[in-house]
């Protein structure tokens, strides 16, 4: 069982910058893949980015390539989302997210937050222009 829990939301102006933290708890975060998603008012849930177990291994969505970059701290639990060059569309609410990945291997990550199986509550990202 893996709890995971966001900060770092808040209001920011248009090209300035936030950093995500996703806190898990447990002993066994190494062995989860982490992923980034985030929803807007009235969208679907999107993927952002996601981080293999090892850290080795990561993936962006092409809305935020070159401008968000996804990172993980194995021994402090904790997954990170530096935002640079915000804009007023990424304006959302934005959850980690883990996919337990025994027998898969360190380097596997998804996109798909159905393969997810612990999601956090959410922090809001607001983007003023």
Known sequence: ???????????VQAGGSLRLSCAASGRTFSNYAMGWFRQAP?????FVAACSSNGGR???ADSVKGRFTISRDN???????????????DTAVYYCAG???LYRGTYYLTIE?????YWGLGTQVTVSS
């Not at 009235?42 to 999107?46: A, F, I």
């Not at 639990?77 to 569309?89: G, P």
């Not at 937050?113 to 199986?117: K, L, Q, T, V």
């Open 58 to 60: 990561t993936y962006y």
């Open 42 to 46: 009235g969208k679907e849930r999107e």
């Open 1 to 11: 069982q893996v709890q995971l829990v966001e900060s770092g939301g808040g209001l």
């Open 113 to 117: 937050p159905s393969n997810y199986d």
């Open 75 to 89: 021994a402090k639990n904790t997954v990170y989302l530096q935002m640079n060059s915000l804009k007023a569309e």
């Open 99 to 101: 996919d337990q990945t």
